[in-house]
C-alpha cells in the first residue's frame, strides 16, 4: 500500500519525463555546444574567405573595406594573374615541391617497409633506429640542413669537392637552381620515417600458412595503411584450407 500511493501520485501529478521533450533539450545542448566553434570557424575563416573573393572581383587595388561596394565589378584582377609570367612560376615550383616531397619519400618509405618485413638480425634495433628522426623537433632538423648545406663550412661541398663532382662551392639556399632541392630533401627526415616505419605494409599471406581463427587471444595482426602516421591494425581471418 505504501508503494502504491507514490506511484498514483505520480500518475495524478503527470509530472513523467517526456522522451521527445529529453531529445530536444539534448539536441539543443549539443547545438549550444557546437555554437562557439562555429562562430570562430566563420570569424576566422569563412569571413576572411568572403573578404579576399569580394575584393578580387572589384577592380582597382584599395584595402579599404568601407569603400568595397562602390568600386566596379570586373575580372581584371584574375586577368592580371592569370596572364603573369611569376604566377605559372609559383605554380611550377608548387608542383615541383609537392610530388617531389610526397613521391620519393613514398617509395622510399615503402621500400623501407618491405625491407624491415623480414627477419634479419638487429631488426628491431634498426626499427628504433629509423623512428629517431621522426621524433626530432622541426627546428633541430633546419639548423643541422643550415649546417650541412652551408656555402662556407657546409659538409655537404667538401665531400663534393673531396669526390671532384665540384670545383667551387655551392650556396645551396642562395642559388635557384639547388635551392628547392635543399628544400625538399630537408622534408624527407619527416616523410620517410612516416612512410615506411610507423605503418608496415600488409603483405598477403601464403595459403599453407597457418593462422589462429578470428577472435582468438592469439590470433596475429598485420599493419595496414601504408603512408599514415596513425597505425591501423587488422585481424586475419582463418584461411580455408
Given amino acids: 500500500m505504501a508503494q502504491a500511493l507514490p506511484q498514483a501520485g505520480v500518475r495524478a501529478s503527470g509530472r513523467t519525463p517526456k522522451r521527445g521533450s529529453l531529445a530536444r533539450r539534448e539536441r539543443v545542448f549539443a547545438y549550444a555546444l557546437l555554437a562557439p566553434a562555429v562562430v570562430a570557424v566563420f570569424a576566422l575563416i569563412a569571413y576572411p574567405m568572403y573578404l579576399i573573393f569580394a575584393i578580387s572581383v572589384r577592380e582597382g587595388r ?21 596572364t603573369d609570367a611569376a604566377t605559372w612560376h609559383s605554380v611550377w615550383v608548387s608542383l615541383v615541391y609537392t610530388f617531389g616531397s610526397i613521391v620519393p619519400a613514398f617509395l622510399i618509405g615503402l621500400c623501407t617497409a618491405l625491407l624491415l618485413d623480414h627477419v634479419f638480425p638487429l631488426r628491431r634495433w634498426l ?51 639547388t635551392a628547392l632541392f635543399a628544400v625538399i630533401v630537408q622534408l624527407y627526415v619527416f616523410a620517410v620515417p612516416e612512410a615506411g616505419v610507423p605503418a608496415s605494409v600488409a603483405v598477403p599471406l601464403p595459403l599453407s600458412t597457418n593462422v589462429t581463427p578470428l577472435g582468438s587471444a592469439h590470433a596475429p595482426s598485420l599493419i595496414a595503411g601504408v603512408g599514415m602516421p596513425v597505425v591501423v591494425t587488422v585481424n586475419v581471418p582463418a584461411l580455408p584450407t
Fill in 62 to 82: 584599395s584595402l579599404n573595406f568601407l569603400a568595397l561596394g562602390r568600386r566596379p565589378l570586373g575580372l581584371g584582377n584574375y586577368q592580371t594573374v592569370l
Fill in 127 to 177: 626499427r628504433s633506429l629509423m623512428l629517431l628522426p621522426w621524433a626530432v623537433p622541426g627546428v633541430m632538423v633546419s639548423i643541422v640542413f643550415l649546417w650541412l648545406f652551408d656555402a662556407s663550412f657546409g659538409v655537404t661541398n667538401y665531400l663534393l669537392r673531396t669526390l671532384g663532382i665540384i670545383d667551387t662551392d655551392i650556396a645551396w639556399y642562395s642559388t635557384e637552381s
